[in-house]
Nanobody, 120 residues
C-alpha cells in the first residue's frame, strides 16, 4: 500500500559527498515529518536529521554543518546532502516517513536502507 524507498548510497572517499534520496509512494493521504536515521555495525539506530511538514529541520550534533536535509512535498521526497564525509559516517541510512495512508491509521513507514561506505 505504502512504500518508502531510499537511493543514492555508495562508496565515497573521506572528505567526499553523497546525496541520498527517499521517495514515499502508494496510497498516501498526507505525509507529516520525514527523517533520516543511520545504523553502523554493532551500533544502535540513531537519528541523523529531521524535517517537518512545514520545512523545519533538526540535526544530530555529529552532522551539523556537514549534512543538509530537504524535502520536495510535490514529489513526496526527502533528500540528505552529505558533505565532508568521514569513516565514522559509514552506516546503513534509513528513511522514515510519518504519514497518513488513505486507509488506516497514521504511522511510521521505513525504507529498506541504503549503504554508505566511506573509505580510501
Amino acid at each position: 500500500q505504502v512504500q518508502v524507498v531510499e537511493s543514492g548510497g555508495g562508496l565515497v572517499q573521506p572528505g567526499g559527498s553523497l546525496r541520498l534520496s527517499c521517495v514515499a509512494s502508494g496510497r498516501i493521504f498526507r505525509i507529516n515529518a520525514m527523517a533520516w536515521y543511520r545504523q553502523a555495525p554493532g551500533e544502535q539506530l540513531e537519528l541523523v536529521a529531521f524535517v517537518s511538514s512545514g520545512g523545519a529541520t533538526t540535526y544530530a550534533n555529529f552532522v551539523k554543518g556537514r549534512f543538509t536535509i530537504s524535502r520536495d512535498n510535490a514529489k513526496n521526497t526527502v533528500y540528505l546532502e552529505m558533505n565532508s564525509l568521514t569513516p565514522e559516517d559509514a552506516a546503513v541510512y534509513y528513511c522514515k516517513a510519518d504519514l497518513f495512508p488513505l486507509q488506516g491509521s497514521r504511522g511510521d513507514y521505513w525504507g529498506q536502507g541504503t549503504q554508505v561506505t566511506v573509505s580510501s
